[in-house]
C-alpha cells in the first residue's frame, strides 16, 4: 500500500511569469565572445561610485547593535519630506506619509499582499511595464490587466492601478493633465493609486519635466488614496544599499506599516543614515546626471547612425530603441557586435519591435558600443 497523501502544497513560483532575463544566456554569450568584451547594456545598474558623503555617513551609523524601527527614523523621514518639497514641490506631506523599504522592488512586488488585494481583485498597470507589477498582482492571486487606457478597464473598478512616469521601460513622461485625471479617475472609484516615480531625476527634455503625483497641481493638494514609491538606486548610486520609500496617503502608509512590523522588513540604520544623507544633497545628483546625459547623448547618436529610431526616451536611464523589426533579431544583431541589450517583449506585447538599450556602463564601455555601432 502507497503511504498517504497530506495536502498539495502550493507551488508559488508556478503562479509568477518567467523570470525574464534568464532568456538571455545564448545572447549574453554571444556578446562576451566578442574580441573586445561584453558591454552589457541590458539592466540599468549603477557603475559609478557611491558618493563620499553617503559612505561617510554609513560609516559613522556602522555602530548600530540594537533593532531600528520600522516607519524609519525621524531624520530619514524629514530628508523624505523635504526631498519632495525642494526638488518636486510636494506639500502637504507629514512624517506619518513616509516608511522606507527595503529597494523598491521589494516593495513593489509585495504591496498586493500587503495591502489585502487578492483572487477576485483587479490590478492595473501599464502595457508597456516593469515586470514586478505582474508578478505582485500575481503573487497576491489578483487578476491584472496591461493597458494605458482607463476606457478599457470598462466597468469593473480595480483595487489597484500603477502609474509609472518616467516609464521604464521606454521613458516616457506623461503630462500633469494626464495626471491629474487618473487621480480623478482612480478617486471617484475608490481605486488606490500607486505611482512608482524612480526615475524622476533622470529627466532629459526640459520641455517636459516628470511631475510627481503628490503635486498639488496633479493632486488637488491632498494626497488621499495615492501612494508613490522612490529609489535611491539611480539617482545617488545606491543600487547596493536597497534604499527606498513609500511616500503619499498617512492611513495607507499605516496600513503598510502594521504589516510590515509584523514581517520585520525593517531598512538597517546604517543604510537609514546614509539614505537622509544623500536625500539633503543635490551636487552630486548633479554630477551623475551629467555622467548619464554625456554616455546617453554619444549612444543615442551611434544608434540613430546606424539606422534605430528612438521613441520616448524623454527621461529614465535607457534608450527605447527599433529598427522596425522583431526585437529578438535586434538583441541577436546587437550581440553580434557585443552589446546585450534587453528586448522589448520583456515589459509586454506592445514592446516586440524594441529594444530597451541602458546607458548606465563605464564611459569606455559606452565609447566602445558607439565605436561598434559605427
Known sequence: MSAPRGPQRRRVSAQLPDFPWDSLTEHAATARAHADGIVDLSVGTPVDPTPALVREALAAASDAPGYPTTIGTPRLRQAVVDWLGRRFGVTGLGLDGVLPSVGSKELIGALPVHLGIG????????????????????????????????????????????????????????????????VEWCRERGTLLVSDECYLECAWDEQRPPVSVLHPDVCGGSHEGILTVHSLSKRSNLAGYRSAFVAGDPAVVAELL??????????????????????????????????????????????????????????????????????????????????LVAPGSFYGAAGAQHVRIAFTATDERVEAAAARLA
Open 119 to 182: 483572487p477576485g481583485d483587479l490590478v492595473v498597470y501599464p502595457e508597456l511595464a516593469y515586470p514586478t507589477y505582474e508578478v505582485g498582482a500575481a503573487l497576491a492571486g489578483a487578476r491584472h490587466l496591461a493597458t494605458d487606457s482607463l476606457t478599457a478597464i470598462g466597468p469593473e473598478v480595480p483595487a489597484l492601478l500603477w502609474l509609472n512616469s518616467p516609464s521604464n521601460p521606454t521613458g516616457r513622461v506623461l503630462p500633469v493633465e494626464h495626471l491629474r485625471k487618473v
Open 258 to 339: 502594521a504589516v510590515r512590523k509584523n514581517l520585520g522588513l525593517i531598512v538597517p540604520a546604517p543604510v537609514q543614515a546614509a539614505t537622509a544623507a544623500a536625500l539633503d544633497d543635490d551636487e552630486h545628483v548633479a554630477e551623475q546626471h551629467s555622467r548619464y546625459a554625456a554616455r546617453r547623448a554619444l549612444l543615442r547618436g551611434a544608434l540613430e547612425r546606424a539606422g534605430f529610431r528612438i521613441d520616448h526616451s524623454e527621461a529614465s536611464l535607457y534608450l527605447w530603441s527599433t529598427r522596425g523589426e522583431d526585437c529578438w533579431d535586434t538583441v541577436a544583431w546587437l550581440a553580434e557586435r557585443g552589446i
